[in-house]
């Protein structure tokens, strides 16, 4: 079994900074892709941020230069360090992860965190 488990959300104010991790844990081989996503009510999850094995790294536009992505592969977590926060930035945030469970047979499977909250107050 995998396991990503989150933490690091809370309550910030506007203008303030906060940082998220993401460790995954179980049986795998490797880990390819790892991101953040965030869902805020009554809106569709959207990626935040995502970063290869090889550090690639992609941002959605609205947090660009705001937020930075990392991982630690070693320690098979990821990072999202969010600074300039708004409001606009209140939502559930997910990690997510593309694992190689088994490399002969390749087995590869997506797994999500069970994510945590960040509120930014006005």
């Known amino acids: 079994q995998v396991q990503l488990v989150e933490s690091g959300g809370g309550l910030v104010q506007a203008g303030g900074s906060l940082r998220v991790s993401c460790a995954a844990s179980?049986?795998?081989?490797?880990?390819?892709?790892m991101g953040w996503y965030r869902q805020a009510p009554g809106k569709q999850r959207e990626l935040v941020a995502d970063?290869?094995?090889?550090?690639?790294?992609n941002y959605a536009d609205s947090v660009k230069g705001r937020f930075t992505i990392s991982r630690d592969n070693a320690k098979k977590t990821v990072y999202l360090q969010m600074n300039s926060l708004t409001p606009e930035d209140t939502a559930v945030y997910y990690c997510?992860?593309?694992?190689?469970?088994?490399?002969?047979?390749?087995?590869?499977?997506?797994?999500w965190g069970q994510g945590t909250q960040v509120t930014v107050s006005s």
């Open positions: 997510n992860a593309d694992v190689l469970l088994t490399y002969l047979p390749s087995t590869y499977r997506q797994y």
């Open positions: 179980g049986s795998i081989f490797r880990i390819d892709a």
């Open positions: 970063i290869t094995s090889s550090g690639r790294i």
